[in-house]
């Protein structure tokens, strides 16, 4: 299984941009997904989720900016950003719950990473 994460750039304060995050390989089943982030010198924290029945849930920081949704038919993962602020600069990390095929769990497995920086 692996996560292809994209979408990220750079982009002036106040505006937007939308990540992507695509499962591809061997799978069974997608439960939860989440998107995470690190900006430098910080730990990495969760940003937004959104489960199978699609449920979300945002960090305080970004409600009302930010949108999670899934696809499930295309297996991808998006976030939509909004009214961007210089402190939503950091890597953003791809979180999704998978079950392989032929497994009987779900295993986290992780993107490699986009990087979105906030900056005029």
């Known amino acids: 299984v692996q996560l292809q994460a994209s979408g990220g750039g750079l982009v002036q304060p106040g505006g937007s941009l939308r990540l992507s995050c695509a499962a591809s390989?061997?799978?069974?089943?997608?439960?939860?997904m989440r998107w995470y982030r690190q900006a430098p010198g910080k730990q990495r924290a969760l940003v937004a989720s959104?489960?199978?029945?699609?449920?979300?849930t945002y960090a305080d920081s970004v409600k009302g900016r930010f949108t999670i949704s899934r696809d499930d038919a295309k297996r991808t993962m998006y976030l939509q950003m909004g009214s961007l602020k210089p402190e939503d600069t950091a890597v953003y990390y791809c979180?999704?719950?998978?079950?392989?095929?032929?497994?009987?769990?779900?295993?986290?497995?992780w993107g490699q990473g986009t990087l979105v920086t906030v900056s005029s």
């Open positions: 979180n999704i719950e998978v079950m392989p095929g032929g497994d009987y769990r779900y295993l986290d497995f």
């Open positions: 390989g061997n799978i069974y089943s997608v439960n939860t």
């Open positions: 959104v489960n199978y029945a699609s449920n979300t």
